[in-house]
């Protein structure tokens, strides 16, 4: 059985938390952002380092980039 609980439900169990017990749910919470981030960031370097060995990309100065970003 896959339960689901909105956002909203959360926020109303939060408050029946004690200060203490917020303060440890709001770490444990930004570790675990912290660590989505992390694996986030550590795929997206695998893909450019891919592309790069493909051959994909090519080099550019930042007025390169900038130009192309304004066009």
Known sequence: ???TI???EILE???R???EEQETLLEILNRRVMNKRRV???KD???A???FREEKTRTATPDELMNE???
């Open 45 to 47: 370097i695998q893909d």
């Open 69 to 71: 970003m304004m066009e």
């Open 13 to 15: 169990k939060d408050d």
């Open 1 to 3: 059985m896959n339960h």
């Open 6 to 8: 909105s956002l909203n």
């Open 40 to 42: 986030e960031l550590a």
């Open 49 to 51: 380092q891919r592309e």
């Open 17 to 19: 938390l004690s200060l």
